[in-house]
């Protein structure tokens, strides 16, 4: 291992696989390159970062939250399980710990819910809600219900 001593505290560590660690003194910061070209930085707060030469990039939060970015998309898993995936056109897909999954997108915003019940409500206001038992309830914009009951062809009408 070969190490350079900086006059502003900074130590470069190269070793003979070729990786080599960088330690900034005044930000108490640690980055690695390795020979295959993911670098790591660690942070002080023990906040992780890597990035792959691939252009992703992963990043481990002190709450033990990760992130992941690949290809456009954008991965989040919090302590708690759940994990939020927004695609690169923005749509957003959220899984609740819980069981429940929630859609956004510039149309809808839905929630699914472990029974099967599904609720939507679109950009203009309206609101659907289909229960598993096939009952499905619909409210315009201000609210008012235009719809209550079984429905048995739901593509005929649309609160959208």
């Known amino acids: 291992t070969i190490t350079t001593r900086f006059y502003n505290g900074d130590v470069k560590k190269v070793k003979p696989d070729q990786t080599v660690i960088y330690y900034y003194a005044e930000a108490q910061t640690t980055h690695t390159t390795y020979p295959n070209g993911v670098e790591v930085v660690q942070f002080p707060n ?7 030469p691939d252009g992703s990039k992963e990043t481990v939060f002190p709450d033990g ?5 690949k290809g456009g998309r954008e991965e989040i898993v919090f302590p ?5 995936i927004v695609k690169r056109n923005g749509d957003k897909t ?4 819980n069981g429940q999954k929630e859609i956004h997108t510039a149309q809808f915003k839905r929630r699914e819910f ?3 019940t599904v609720k ?3 950009c203009n206001g309206c609101q659907e809600t289909k229960y598993a038992t096939g009952r499905v309830k619909v409210k315009d ?3 008012s219900v235009i719809l209550d009951g ?3 062809h739901p593509q005929t009408h649309r609160c959208a």
């Open 80 to 84: 708690d399980g759940t994990v939020v």
């Open 150 to 152: 079984k429905w048995s």
């Open 94 to 97: 959220i899984l609740f710990s």
């Open 141 to 143: 914009e201000t609210g």
């Open 114 to 116: 472990p029974d099967g």
């Open 120 to 122: 939507t409500v679109y």
């Open 46 to 52: 023990k906040q992780t970062e890597k990035f792959h």
């Open 65 to 69: 939250t990760v992130t992941q970015l």
